[in-house]
């Protein structure tokens, strides 16, 4: 069953996949900074690095070493809490991991998850993902980058990441 999403102006958004493509322009604003070593979250049209995982190679089973990972993850129901959980794993054994996902604030994995990050910055405006190769409408939420840097996780008690508001197209 596909995915819908729905805008702003109630126009119903689907997609046969939880897979949403992250546009060339950002992922590359974000290369810039974090040079990736590893696209943990690719399909063979889709990856942004020279190495990356598919779905056959099942990236939350594989060992992220002392990567600096793009994470793209599934945005379906359940998958986005195993990726972001195995981004916190990664970076406790040395990985660099760097998550664009839905600013979902208002949800437990939000919490659960992401306020163990080193930084959170909140995407001004909505991202226009892709479907191969070409840009869809404006997402229908908004979106976060999320950092998870090597030995930064900090215990429940001390939660306290960066936030920062992202401006993709500066």
């Excluded at 997609?15 to 322009?25: G, I, L, N």
């Excluded at 950002?26 to 590893?38: A, G, I, S």
């Excluded at 660099?96 to 930084?119: G, Y």
Aim: proline share 6%; glycine share 6%.
């Amino acid at each position: 069953m596909p995915d819908k999403f729905f805008g702003a102006n109630g126009t119903a958004f689907s997609h046969k996949s939880v897979e949403w493509e992250t546009p060339d322009w950002l992922f590359e604003k974000l290369d810039n900074e974090f040079h990736f070593t590893l696209d943990v979250c690719a399909t063979d049209d889709n990856y942004k690095c020279e190495r990356y995982y598919t779905t056959e190679d099942d990236g939350l089973a594989q060992d992220w070493g002392k990567e600096t990972c793009f994470c793209n993850p599934p945005f379906g129901r359940g998958t986005l809490r195993d990726w972001l959980r195995k981004a916190i794993d990664s970076a406790r054994k040395g990985a660099t991991v760097v998550c664009l996902i839905p600013a979902r604030t208002d949800t437990r994995f939000f919490h659960e998850f992401v306020m163990s990050a080193a930084e959170v910055r909140f995407v001004k405006g909505r991202i226009k993902f892709e479907l191969d190769g070409k840009a869809l409408a404006p997402a229908p939420f908004p979106s976060a980058i999320v950092v998870f840097r090597p030995f930064s996780l900090m215990r429940d008690d001390q939660r306290c990441p960066e936030f920062s508001s992202f401006d993709p197209r500066a």
